[in-house]
């Protein structure tokens, strides 16, 4: 669809702020005066970056070892629940040859991270906790006068998404939901092409989380399977949708003056995968198998945006399969699609093909990369050190630096991280409601139509 196209349709279909005004929930989702839209929000320079963390287990330890790697960084306290996760902590930083005499530290009590928030008075703060704690941690940081970095998923309802977006709003105050993938190195070529118009205008989506986690059950006192098994007894739907939905949403332009979510439908299969795994690697007196599991093995979404483009949306943790996040995206002159990475293009790519009716594979694919590896991977990549997850965890954790170092506005804002999240409560109401179709409310308030696009970084 043409630019001249996309602004007859925005005309056509009222997607301005009149009616944004009727689109969310109520009038007392309209912003007030205090209230700043935090779309392309910039704020002052930091200098030094003074940080406090909330939870350092597995993905915790890993912020803070990032973080504290990168020049003008500055660690003022951690909390967690347990004193070894704190013990380990410290170990990682007195290893990095960092000073920790004055890093302010608190376990044992579930309320003391509120009393570190007080003390230390970070300027950032990095939350890698259970997900319902999320959203609460992230509105009291914001608070306390710090920019809050929230892992995934933002929060788990949309009332509580909504209060995000107002304290942010109201306090100047960035909220960004850590979406580690969208920086990983596929993703960041995908996009690269995409903004080199070699798709053409794109069409279709698909995005997944499909990552068999049964054994995180074996966690049964302490440790994500501890609190994350008790999900599928609480929740129906997709339980840990942005993986997959983030890189997707960002080759499209959602929430970025190109298009935004519209609704979406979501069915899931039974759930039969960890009722069985509990029989029989648990004995049957065992609190996994006094659950009464009800959340789906797998769950399928179809999103439609306001352009009328599709994303189907997957999610299963329990089945017996390879992972994959799909990250497929259809345009008008190609395909891209991972897992492994592949691609097709209507004119064919160089010496490896001439139409689109087989995949550009192997060599073909060593080609693309090296004509199209997003600059941002090509710049950051050898410079972040203890990455994980194939680099993209350091690339995001330099960019998070880099950007409030220099007043820049981040590369995910608050309203992409409470869109993508939604997808928890909004496929939840859509199975109970046996697929019916659920719009999705819209955190800019119809800003989004004047937010600028998502564009190449270098």
């Known amino acids: 669809m043409s630019k001249f196209d996309r602004r007859n349709f925005i005309k056509k279909t009222s997607l301005t702020a009149a009616f944004a005004s009727s689109y969310v929930y109520s009038s007392e989702k309209l912003r007030k005066n205090e209230q700043k839209y935090m779309g392309d929000f910039s704020a002052p320079k930091l200098k030094t970056i003074k940080a406090a963390f909330l939870g350092v287990g597995y993905r915790g330890k890993g912020h803070l070892k990032l973080f504290s790697s990168l020049p003008g960084t500055e660690v003022v306290g951690i909390s967690d629940l347990y004193e070894d996760n704190i013990s380990r902590s410290i170990k990682i930083l007195e290893n990095m ?29 990095f939350i890698s906790t259970d997900w319902n704690s999320h959203g609460k941690m992230a509105i009291e940081s914001m608070k306390k006068g710090a920019h809050a970095f929230v ?3 933002l929060a788990m309802t949309i009332k509580e998404l909504w209060e995000i977006v107002d304290t942010s709003e109201k306090f100047k105050k960035h909220c960004m939901m850590m979406e580690n993938v969208n920086y990983g190195r596929e993703e960041l070529m995908f996009l690269n092409i995409i903004r080199n118009g070699k798709l053409g205008e794109l069409l279709h989506g698909e995005a997944a989380y499909i990552h068999d986690l049964r054994f995180q059950m074996n966690e049964e006192e302490r440790g994500t399977g501890s609190w994350r098994t008790l999900e599928y007894e609480k929740r129906r739907g997709n339980l840990y949708p942005t993986h997959g939905l983030g890189p997707v949403s960002q080759y499209m332009n959602l929430l970025r003056s190109e298009d935004t979510f519209k609704s979406l439908v ?46 189907m949306v997957q999610w299963d943790e329990t089945s017996p399969r390879p992972y994959t996040r799909l990250n497929l995206i259809q345009g008008t002159k190609g395909i891209l699609a991972g897992g492994p990475t592949r691609a097709a293009f209507d004119n064919g790519f160089e010496n490896y093909s001439n139409d689109a009716e087989k995949w550009i594979t192997g060599k073909g694919i060593e080609q693309l990369y090296e004509k199209f590896d997003h600059p941002l991977y090509k710049r950051l990549n050898s410079k972040t050190k203890y990455s994980g997850h194939g680099g993209m965890d350091g690339i995001m954790m330099y960019r998070i630096v880099e950007c409030l170092q220099n007043g820049l506005p981040l590369d995910q804002n608050v309203y ?22 659920q719009n999705f409310p819209d955190f800019t308030r119809g800003d989004w139509v004047n937010t600028k696009k998502f564009d190449i970084i270098s």
């Open 97 to 125: 040859n960092i000073s920790t005499d004055l890093i302010k530290t608190y376990w044992g009590n579930e309320k003391k991270w509120k009393s570190m928030l007080s003390e230390v008075k970070p300027d950032i703060v």
């Open 416 to 437: 992409e991280g409470s869109a993508w999240s939604s997808l928890i409560e909004l496929t939840s109401k859509s199975v109970n409601n046996d697929g019916h179709p």
């Open 266 to 311: 979501s069915l899931s299969s039974p759930a039969l995968g960890r009722k069985k795994f509990g029989e029989e690697n648990f004995p049957s007196n065992h609190k996994w198998n006094k659950l009464n599991y009800q959340n789906g093995d797998i769950n399928t979404s179809i999103i439609k945006t306001y352009l009328g483009r599709t994303i």
């Open 151 to 153: 892992e995934v998923p």
